[in-house]
């Protein structure tokens, strides 16, 4: 099987598969006698090593492994490439950096270098390319700041290298199943040292505190700041191109002694919450593609994918 990313349950999926007489009954295709491969089309609901199960309709579909060809995940639903800029845009202004601007349709934020995102180009217009001059202009740009020109590979808006191993997933606030108790959790405007502390431990590394403070707390916006012990989260409300206010987790982080004990769907029932109540109608979070274990837990809480994306140092 091939694919960028592997499928996770729950995904949308198109399998390719080889024609034969053991495959021949699933074919989402009329039978063509000379044809080879055929695909289906539908939600990933299991997959083991010996085949993976398709839910095509009111049928489960089963497709033995040795006759897989490709896997390629889907967009939970149709997305157009404006779609893709609009939520982009507002989740770079849920992490904005202490400084930003946008040029040519592109996004150029400057941080202090806590994290890669702070500090990075993001395409959120339609005349966003990566042309020679667009290219030397982000270069310049990020030279003139002292930082080293990095840009987020956005899916389907720039020329793909390999670097877009991230997903974008989004729900419907409405669709999102937040109902865990979550009484003991705090939120707060603005964080405090025992919350930047955990975010320090959450990203190991020589960033010190007010490098930390001076990510987090830039928001085009609204930020809020939830604690349940040492495990934190950050969640915010952004506008995208639209005008439409999007709810973000931009940042969720269980202590290693809190973890098994539900504190972070706890932290992120409370964030949910909150945005309910700041009148937020749809969410985002933005993952590592790799994390298998966190794709299904989000998956499960009712995110699908949107898009990919990657970071990729110019």
């Known amino acids: 099987m091939a694919s960028q990313l592997p499928p996770t349950r729950g995904d949308r999926v198109v399998v390719r598969f080889a024609l034969n ?22 939600r990933l609901i299991a997959s083991t090593d010996a085949a993976l199960t398709v839910q095509r309709g009111d049928d489960e579909v089963v497709v033995p492994t040795e006759f897989i060809v490709s896997v390629r995940t889907l967009s939970t639903r149709t997305v157009r490439n404006s779609d893709i800029r609009s939520v982009e845009l507002a989740a770079a202004r849920g992490w ?33 390319r990566l ?7 982000i270069r310049s740009w990020y030279a003139e700041r002292d930082l080293p020109p990095w840009l987020i ?22 669709e999102l199943t937040s109902g865990h108790d979550h009484t003991e959790v705090t939120i707060s405007a603005q964080p405090d040292e025992r919350w930047l502390t955990a975010q320090l431990r959450a990203r190991p590394g020589e960033s010190s505190l007010a490098a930390a403070q001076d990510e987090v707390e830039s928001v ?32 969720l982080w269980t202590d290693e002694h809190a973890r098994g004990t539900g504190a972070g769907r706890a932290i992120v029932s409370a964030l949910t919450a ?6 937020a109608e ?16 989000y998956r499960g809480l009712g995110y699908g994918l949107h898009h990919r994306f990657g970071y990729r140092r110019l």
Do not use: N
């Open 21 to 42: 007489e053991h495959t021949a009954h699933i074919s989402d295709r009329t039978r063509d006698p000379a044809a080879t491969l055929s695909d289906i089309t539908g």
């Open 96 to 128: 904005p950096g202490r400084e930003h601007e946008i040029a040519d349709g592109w996004m150029l934020r400057a941080s202090s270098g806590f994290t890669v995102r702070g500090s990075s180009a993001v395409p959120v217009g339609s005349e966003a």
């Open 131 to 137: 042309d020679d001059s667009s290219v030397a202009a």
């Open 153 to 174: 590979e956005v899916e389907r808006l720039l020329p793909v290298t390999g670097a877009a191993v991230s997903e974008m997933l989004t729900a419907s606030i409405d």
């Open 220 to 251: 085009i916006g609204t930020a809020c700041f939830a604690a349940l012990g040492d495990s934190i989260g950050r969640g915010t409300i952004t506008e995208d191109a639209h005008g439409r206010p999007w709810f973000g987790i931009t940042s």
């Open 274 to 279: 909150w945005a309910r109540e700041q009148g």
């Open 282 to 297: 749809h969410a985002y979070i933005q993952l590592d593609g790799k994390k298998t274990t966190q794709r299904d837990w």
